[in-house]
């Protein structure tokens, strides 16, 4: 899920939608920046509920993406695309198939278009 949600969603902490499977959560770098200059200016400071809620669900798995990875995976576009693709980090669905991909035999996708 993106950090905006983490941050700014009232009900992200008390909400059951967020008590189940696994949350990963992403926050895009500056482009290639490094883990230590993203800590200090994230895109959004979604640290404080996710330590919040670490505390509240000490057993439901939480990771937080590699900052670099969007922009990884937007090199790897930019590099295939024929155009110009504007410099955004991938959506947050990309990013899950991506995910999937690495972690599952098969993943099947319907209807999926890229933004």
Known sequence: MN?????TEKRFLKDSLYNEGILIVWDPSVYHSDIPKWYQNPDYNFF????????LHPNQ?????KPQMPWELWDILQEISP??????????????III????????????FLPS
């Open 100 to 111: 999937m991909m690495t972690l599952c035999d098969q993943v099947d996708i319907y209807e």
């Open 61 to 65: 798995p939480f990771y937080i993406l």
């Open 3 to 7: 950090s905006q949600l983490v941050t």
């Open 48 to 55: 404080n509920n996710y330590k919040s809620y670490r505390k």
């Open 83 to 96: 155009e110009e693709i504007q410099p955004n980090p991938p959506s947050s669905g990309m990013l899950g």
